[in-house]
T-cell receptor
């Protein structure tokens, strides 16, 4: 099992550009989440999903879109990147309680 | 809405001494509580959880945590700290009645000195 995989590992964007952070899991977990980690702020929940076709907003959803067309994949879209979105992004999956995290994507927006 | 507070940004402890990392929470229903650890330049790893039952839960690497409903706390403990325990620790909470939405604290950095 690869667990939770995220691509890319690093990304630099210019303000206003769009991109998609990819997340996939091979554990057949129903639950998936996206978090951002910023110094002194801990992890903040962006969006989460409780199954294919079902998503909901977390603490900081503005500027981000998600969709869940399959159980395995949960991409995070930045439609128009802003410097405030510079962060480390973690995807996680769960079978209902504890979460399993991917290695993260470090995003810099200039 | 649920929330988590980790009142200490940093905890320093000598190797061999007991350690405690504090966490308090707020939920409207019954809480599900979790501790995670993040080693430098790595993702987060699950340590332990409280769902129901015994207030003292044991987890990975010799860690344990005590659920205290009256004080709304879930402090992480270890009887004898190791230098290799040095890492960033996160407490997280989920409201039993709130679906899967899981909120994390700001994290506490643990330094264990040899």
């Amino acid at each position: 099992n690869a667990g939770v995989t995220q691509t890319p590992k690093f990304q630099v964007l210019k303000t206003g550009q769009s991109m998609t952070l990819q997340c996939a899991q091979d554990m057949n977990h129903e639950y998936m989440s996206w978090y951002r980690q910023d110094p002194g702020m801990g992890l903040r929940l962006i969006h989460y999903s409780v199954g294919a076709g079902i998503t909901d907003q977390g603490e900081v959803p503005n500027g981000y879109n998600v969709s869940r067309s399959t159980t395995e994949d949960f991409p995070l879209r930045l439609l128009s990147a802003a410097p405030s979105q510079t962060s480390v992004y973690f995807c996680a999956s769960s079978n209902g309680y504890e979460q399993y995290f991917g290695p993260g994507t470090r995003l810099t927006v200039t | 809405a649920q929330s988590v507070a980790q009142p200490e940004d940093q905890v320093n402890v000598a190797e061999g001494n007991p350690l405690t990392v504090k966490c308090t929470y707020s939920v409207s229903g019954n809480p599900y509580l979790f501790w995670y650890v993040q080693y430098p330049n790595r993702g987060l790893q699950f340590l332990l959880k409280y769902i129901t039952g015994d207030n003292l839960v044991k987890g990975s690497y010799g860690f344990e945590a005590e659920f205290n409903k009256s004080q709304t706390s879930f402090h992480l403990k270890k009887p004898s700290a190791l230098v290799s325990d040095s890492a960033l620790y996160f407490c997280a909470v989920r409201d039993e009645d709130g679906g899967f939405k899981t909120i994390f604290g700001a994290g506490t950095r643990l330094f264990v000195k040899a």
